[in-house]
């Protein structure tokens, strides 16, 4: 009986041993992060403060004495004016055509480099190289690619019924958007295509196999099997590409300037605090980019979870 | 049937080939072009009289930006800081990231959700939104043009990509390894030098090189938070040259610095392809 009774000190200076060791780990652990979490906050969270603050003045660098506190009336003044959303549609235009057309280019890649065999590293070498180019020089590459003296595009395509010799490629909107299309693509589709073979790679060939002997086609099998066991890989890739296209800018101000109605919301942005020194405004545009993005990618999670939910009901 | 396979991956295989080779082959063309042959309109995809001249130029002559104080500038000054901020850029980021993502892997804390979530939502972040606050406040604090302005911000922008490509690699690791080796007698510094840097370590360098792409190609606060060759990368300095003739882009020029500064790239990519391409996936793919 009596051993019974010496037990619970024991146990009572057992708890507080226990939860020391937990609490100098939370310590160390949170010891570890705390230098990177400082770095991010300090040129992000800080800033973007700074920029919810600025938005509320009218506040010139020209200008610095003239700073005055006017609320939401920058915020009125983009929402009103015909060029924010004309470049708000610019944006979503390239975001939507560029992913769409890398999903499906990117697909087939990802299918051939699964598939393939042999010079699996001249492959990858190859798939990595547009995604290791700084976006500057495919953009000049594509430009001096679409130009109307040196450039090779008019010459060989002038067969199509959209292009001729004399083809201004910069000279009107909707050539203007597709070369800075064409730039955007050619660069980011390997990006893609790695991430859908990730994905690829997941799906099991133990049932692909099932699938063909059950007397699948091949298309079937596609839409049945491979797709829908890639759903996470898929959104991942649309999440990533379609929130980078959104903040396009390199191949816009490298291409066209903003010239033809190309500009972007990242581009209009620039060109309002750094050309322009509107402090005051060019914040307001930073924090409706900022609730955007936000926005976008709140969407994106949402879709495909909507259709990851309809799926499974499916299945 | 299998027959019919393999044709179709051969003839991926060399469309892949082209579209990922095609433009690299077109800008190495144009920089062997003459100057002479761009400024007449030169619309053929080879050069009609192969010449090294560009190459030499772009070493011996001062780059002329469309610099506000008409300084003339150098293409080796901005190169020289394109490597000088990426590296020092990538070494610090990588640093903080080990032990963040160290970490994230092996213990236990409150917070961890938090960090990564937070990793994620900068790793979206618009790049843009911030050039004009950041503007403002690195002219006040005397960080306007100078490498700590740019090191400073690229370390936050590569922060992300890289605790989620480590965390992803150190989750992988047998941590129990590093006990077992201390009871075979080792000492703690022993066991984790010698067992665990080495399973580290390839993960470490992944998350190095694609830190150091990202600076490198990084142009929007280039071009915004700088305004001399002081601390201009290569992207916004090849962005403001404008050439001796300004109605006539300096096509072959423009064209031979793109070949200088994507040969880094394609060195690293041949190296290290295997690496680049586990460390890009199990970032965004296992998160």
């Known amino acids: ?315 | 049937m299998k027959g019919k396979n393999a044709i179709g991956t051969w003839v991926g295989f060399l469309l892949i080939l082209l579209w990922c080779l095609f433009p690299v082959a077109w800008i190495i063309s144009l920089s062997f072009k003459s100057v002479g042959e761009t400024s007449v309109g030169s619309p053929q995809f080879l050069p009609e009289d192969a010449t090294f001249d560009n190459y030499k130029a772009l070493w011996d002559w001062p780059f002329i930006g469309a610099d506000p104080t008409g300084v003339e500038e150098d293409f080796q000054k901005a190169l020289l800081n394109s490597f000088g901020i990426s590296i020092i850029a990538t070494v610090l980021s990588v640093i903080l990231a080990t032990l963040a993502a160290y970490a994230i892997a092996r213990l236990e804390f409150k917070g961890k959700r938090l960090v990564l979530s937070l990793a994620l939502a900068i790793a979206m972040f618009p790049v843009v939104a911030l050039v004009g606050p950041l503007f403002d406040l690195w002219t006040r604090f005397g960080l306007f043009n100078t490498w700590p302005g740019l090191i400073i911000p690229y370390m936050s922008f590569t922060l992300p990509l890289a605790i989620w490509t480590l965390s992803a690699f150190f989750r992988e690791i047998p941590w129990e390894m590093e006990q077992a080796a201390q009871v075979d007698g080792a000492t703690s510094w022993q066991a984790f030098r010698k067992v665990i840097v080495p399973l580290a370590a390839p993960g470490v360098f992944t998350a190095a090189i694609l830190t150091f792409f990202f600076a490198w190609n990084e142009f929007v606060l280039a071009i915004s938070l700088t305004s001399t060759t002081a601390s201009r990368t290569v992207p916004a300095q090849m962005s403001f040259f404008v050439g001796p003739d300004p109605f006539n882009p300096p096509y072959a020029q423009l064209a031979t610095a793109s070949v200088i500064v994507t040969l880094p790239v394609i060195i690293i990519v041949l190296l290290f392809q295997r690496k680049i391409v586990a460390g890009l996936t199990s970032g965004a793919v296992k998160g």
């Not at chain 1, 180019?133 to 199509?160: D, E, H, K, R």
């Not at chain 1, 079937?220 to 491979?226: F, P, S, Y």
């Not at chain 1, 307001?284 to 495909?304: G, Q, R």
């Open chain 1, 1 to 315: 009986m009596s051993t019974t009774l010496q037990r619970p000190p024991a146990d009572v200076s057992a708890k507080p041993a226990v939860s020391d060791r937990s609490k100098a780990e939370n310590k160390l652990g949170l010891t570890l992060v705390a230098p990177a979490v400082v770095m991010m906050l300090l040129v992000t969270a800080w800033p973007m403060g700074q920029a919810l603050y600025l938005s509320l003045f009218r506040y010139r660098l020209t200008a610095p004495d003239d700073r005055e506190f006017i609320g939401i009336d920058n915020y009125v003044t983009v929402l009103t004016d015909s060029l924010f959303w004309r470049d708000t549609w610019n944006t979503v235009l390239i975001m939507v055509v560029t992913v769409a057309v890398e999903l499906v280019i990117g697909f087939a890649f990802a299918m051939v480099m699964h598939r393939i065999i042999f010079a699996r590293g001249l492959m990858r070498t190859s798939i990595l190289i547009p995604y290791g180019i700084i976006t500057v020089v495919s953009a000049f590459a594509w430009q001096f690619a679409f130009s109307l003296n040196n450039g090779f595009v008019n010459a060989w395509f002038s067969w199509l019924p959209w292009i001729a010799e004399d083809t201004n490629w910069f000279g009107d909107h909707w050539h203007a958007m597709f070369a800075i299309m064409v730039s955007e693509i050619w660069k980011t589709t390997p990006f893609m295509a790695l991430l859908l073979l990730a994905g690829l790679s997941q799906v099991s060939e133990d049932m692909l196999e099932a699938a063909q002997v059950d007397g699948a086609t091949w298309w079937q099998r596609l839409w049945k099997v491979i797709l829908p066991n890639m759903r996470a890989a898929i959104m991942v890739a649309v999440l990533f590409r379609a929130l980078d296209a959104y903040r396009i800018f390199d191949n816009i101000y490298i291409m066209t300037r903003g010239a033809q109605d190309t500009e972007s919301i990242s581009f209009l942005t620039y060109r309002q605090v750094i050309e322009q020194m509107q402090l005051g405004l060019g914040s307001a545009l930073s924090v409706l980019l900022f609730l955007s993005v936000l926005l976008l990618a709140w969407l994106i999670v949402k879709l495909f979870r909507v259709d990851l939910a309809s799926a499974r009901g499916e299945g």
